[in-house]
Nanobody, 125 residues
Framework: QLQIEESGGGLVQSGGSLRLSCTSS????????VAWFRQAPGKEREGVSC????????YYKEFVKGRFTISKDSSKKTTYLQMNDLKPEDTAIYYC??????????????????WGPGTQVTVSS
């Protein structure tokens, strides 16, 4: 069973950085492509970035490209999202999810295999 746990959110000023972490306390995420999604108040959940099971070929949505970096650390069984140059519009709950399919530009929430509770990211101006 996949039990997703996200951590690392918080309150930062515009231009600041955070690193989100994602693990599973049940089945390992190692054999899955893993994605990060986010949901801002009053908005639909949207894909942010994903990475293939082997930890290669990352994909980024245009609005985070050049600012966010996704990575997998197999030794720690953890997927990270390094977020730099954060903007107020990045404020949202961020969710990590293993994907039912491989990572790519078609990234959509319905492709998620399981969801965790998310971690809140708030960026002040």
């Amino acid at each position: 069973q996949l039990q997703i746990e996200e951590s690392g959110g918080g309150l930062v000023q515009s231009g600041g950085s955070l690193r989100l972490s994602c693990t599973s306390s049940g089945l390992s995420l190692e054999s899955y492509a893993v994605a990060w999604f986010r949901q801002a108040p009053g908005k639909e959940r949207e894909g942010v970035s994903c990475i293939r099971a082997g930890g290669f070929a990352p994909y980024y949505k245009e609005f985070v490209k050049g600012r966010f970096t996704i990575s997998k650390d197999s030794s720690k069984k953890t997927t990270y999202l390094q977020m730099n140059d954060l903007k107020p519009e990045d404020t949202a709950i961020y969710y990590c999810a293993p994907l039912q399919i491989t990572c790519g530009p078609s990234l959509r929430p319905h492709q998620a295999e399981a969801w965790g509770p998310g971690t809140q990211v708030t960026v002040s101006s």
